[in-house]
């Protein structure tokens, strides 16, 4: 196991009507905050009422910013972090799925510093990102989600999007860690079936990230890993097939949470390369990142931890998917056609060409996201540094499934 600091300062209120609460907690910090949200959902499922009635009701002031598009743009952020500075908002209040939360974070940021989110965005031709994270400087930031999905809710980091030059990147430090995050199980019941099943890939693949490229002496961890992906898998299919099942909706938003807040991957590192290659998907084509997720991982599982690292996957289909094969090559593809079960169980799985992917963009798209994620080298780190003749082989293989 390798040494490590876990530091989770984020205050975690769970439960059933617990946003009623949010005005009791955002009054400790600020009497006046922007209430950052999507475009549509909060208010169709009534959760904005109930975070502005909570509000009212503590004295506390609010201006609303519901602009924030899915995939944020940086743009947006701009625009909510001068709205912040304007109106002399003390806290950053994000009700919303990660897109929000991500957003509010960022804004969080930029209302403090006063420059463009995409000076922080990596890979930006500037290279001001070097000196920019990690990001110590922000407002207070509280979140409430309403999807379950990719554990922002307690977590340092936000993804942001420039759409101009389509580079999607992670941002985070210690500046980012909301003060308190209230998960309300409730909030989650109108979330599509679609969305349900994306977001318990993206903590599925949370989970499984560094399960794969970190270090193997952390069983502690392995063990916690493989405990909470099988709980996405258990409740994701009730989630969908009964929307307001409340033990499903709450196993499923603590286990996103959990997924990435730090604990699973204490003494264990690991890398990311799922995700890097995603992000470059829906920055070029804006599809949900879930389902990005879910479309790039068999040929991730068959093309690299099959021939790396086939122990690992063969130990993950059998603690996740009862495979019994022996042999661990034969229980690398039985546990491939396991996940792939899963996926068009819950209606996930997908291919490149069916979310309007061109097949001329391939190439560009392996290309980039060396440029954006590989941090100056020519790979980005895996169980091996992964080249753009990789990625680009792993986009072809599930460009038509
Ligand atoms: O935008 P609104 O109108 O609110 O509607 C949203 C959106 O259309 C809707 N929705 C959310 N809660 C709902 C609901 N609809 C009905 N009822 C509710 N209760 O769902 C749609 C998707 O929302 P979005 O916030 O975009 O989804 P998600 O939570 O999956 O967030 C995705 C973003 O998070 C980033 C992704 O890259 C992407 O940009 N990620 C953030 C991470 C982090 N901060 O740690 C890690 C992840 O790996 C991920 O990269
Ligand atoms: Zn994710």
Redesign the pocket.
């Known amino acids: 196991m390798l040494n490590f600091t876990l530091n989770i300062p984020t205050k975690i209120i769970f439960g059933k009507g617990e946003v009623n609460r949010t005005g009791e907690m955002v009054k400790e910090y600020a009497k006046k905050v922007l209430l950052v949200?999507?475009?549509?959902?909060?208010k169709?499922?009534g959760?904005l009422d109930k975070v502005t009635k909570s509000l009212q009701e503590a004295g506390v002031d609010y201006v609303l910013f519901d602009q924030?598009?899915?995939?944020?743009r940086a743009e947006t952020v701009d625009r909510g972090g001068q709205i912040a500075r304007d109106e002399k908002c003390e806290l950053i209040l994000a009700l919303?799925?990660?897109?929000?939360?991500?957003a509010a974070?960022a804004i969080a940021t930029v209302a403090v510093s006063a420059r463009p989110i995409h000076e922080y965005i990596r890979g930006n031709k500037t290279g001001l990102w070097k000196e920019l994270l990690p990001i110590k400087e922000a407002l207070p930031i509280m979140t409430i989600?309403?999807?379950a999905?990719?554990?922002?809710e307690a977590?340092s980091?936000?993804?942001i999007?420039n759409w101009e030059t389509k580079e999607?990147s992670?941002i985070g430090g210690p500046g980012l860690f909301p003060r308190v995050a209230i998960l309300d199980p409730e909030?989650?019941?109108?979330?599509?079936a679609s969305?349900t099943a994306?977001?318990a890939v993206?903590m599925f693949?949370?989970l499984y990230e560094a399960y794969m490229t970190g270090d193997e002496n952390a069983n502690v961890q392995d063990e916690i890993t493989e405990g909470l992906m099988r709980n996405a898998v258990k409740y994701a299919k009730t989630a969908i097939d009964q929307p307001e099942d409340y033990n499903a909706r709450a196993h499923l938003l603590w286990t996103s949470t959990l997924a990435?807040i730090g604990i699973a991957n204490a003494g264990r590192g690991g890398s990311?390369p799922v995700?890097q290659i995603?992000?470059t998907l829906?920055a070029h084509y804006d599809v949900?990142?879930?389902r990005g997720l879910a479309v790039l991982t068999p040929a991730y599982f068959r093309q690299i931890i099959k021939k790396d690292r086939p122990h690992r996957l063969a130990r993950l289909g059998r603690e996740v998917f009862n495979v019994t094969l022996e042999d661990d090559s034969a229980a690398c593809d039985a546990t491939i056609d396991a996940l792939v079960s899963w996926y068009k169980e819950i209606g996930t799985y997908d291919s490149l060409k069916n979310l309007g992917v061109k097949k001329e963009d391939l190439k560009l798209m392996a290309e980039e996201t060396i440029r954006i994620s590989g941090l100056g080298k020519d790979s980005i780190a895996a169980t091996h540094p992964l080249t753009a003749e990789e990625i680009l082989r792993m986009y072809e293989e599930v460009y038509e499934s």
């Open positions: 949200t999507g475009r549509s959902s909060t169709k499922t959760s924030v598009e899915p995939n944020p919303g799925g990660g897109s929000a939360m991500d974070k989600p309403t999807l999905a990719t554990g922002s977590n980091t936000a993804v999007t999607k992670s909030l989650t019941y109108t979330v599509s969305y994306d977001g993206d693949t949370h990435l990311f995700h995603e992000h829906s949900s990142h879930g």
